[in-house]
T-cell receptor, first 112, second 112 residues
Framework: DGGITQSPKYLFRKEGQNVTLSCEQN?????MYWYRQDPGQGLRLIYY???????QKGDIAEGYSVSREKKESFPLTVTSAQKNPTAFYLC???????????FGSGTRLTVV | DAKTTQPPSMDCAEGRAANLPCNHS???????VYWYRQIHSQGPQYIIH???NNETNEMASLIITEDRKSSTLILPHATLRDTAVYYC?????????????FGQGTRLTINP
């Protein structure tokens, strides 16, 4: 079955450390997205990528970085510059002309 | 900007129809109305979308007013598993990746 996989499901990080969240899809989707969700809030867009080797900043890109070296993969790095990294991170993908997004099950990051 | 307005919460009895309203008074002619839902601590799930005609699928029905300034998502026979946050989103369907902008959504609680 095709789908989108995020790992790990739970992640703990010490302050000052960078951490990378994985997102892999086997749906042959062109576009991929990273969202952040804080408790009781909606989703906010961090970065998105329409094609390999290209990506754009979303609404809250500061303190985050991404790469898109392969169509299937869109890892997100939460850097030490991100002031409040504790959140639920969601990855999604879509066809360029598709109707809907497919979301992963999310990674819950906690800074300790 | 989410461009949509939804009530923050609603309750519905199990087995009854759940009607979730959404206002999108500034919707453009080429923008579709999408509905997603998010069950606690999971990624959002696509439900349905429409342009101006009413739509129905195995999950729900979407009723869009003639002026397209509002819509209603209908879950015809709500079950406890339908308890979730429901997001109404407007988005143009044109070539190229289009990022979804999520608002606060409506927290729907199905009561036994």
């Amino acid at each position: 079955d095709g789908g989108i996989t995020q790992s790990p499901k739970y992640l703990f990080r010490k302050e000052g450390q960078n951490v990378t969240l994985s997102c892999e899809q086997n749906l042959n989707h062109d576009a991929m997205y990273w969202y952040r969700q804080d408790p009781g809030q909606g989703l906010r867009l961090i970065y998105y990528s329409q094609i390999v080797n290209d990506f754009q900043k979303g609404d809250i890109a500061e303190g985050y970085s991404v790469s898109r070296e392969k169509k299937e993969s869109f890892p997100l790095t939460v850097t030490s510059a991100q002031k409040n990294p504790t959140a639920f991170y969601l990855c999604a993908s879509s066809f360029r002309e598709s109707y809907g997004y497919t979301f992963g099950s999310g990674t819950r990051l906690t800074v300790v | 900007d989410a461009k949509t307005t939804q009530p923050p919460s609603m309750d519905c009895a199990e087995g009854r129809a759940a009607n979730l309203p959404c206002n999108h008074s500034t919707i453009s002619g080429n923008e579709y109305v999408y509905w997603y839902r998010q069950i606690h601590s999971q990624g959002p799930q696509y439900i349905i979308h429409g342009l101006k005609n009413n739509e129905t699928n195995e999950m729900a029905s979407l009723i869009i007013t003639e002026d397209r300034k509002s819509s209603t998502l209908i879950l015809p026979h709500a079950t406890l598993r339908d308890t979730a946050v429901y997001y109404c989103i407007v988005r143009p369907l044109i070539q190229g990746a289009q990022k979804l902008v999520f608002g606060q959504g409506t927290r729907l609680t199905i009561n036994p």
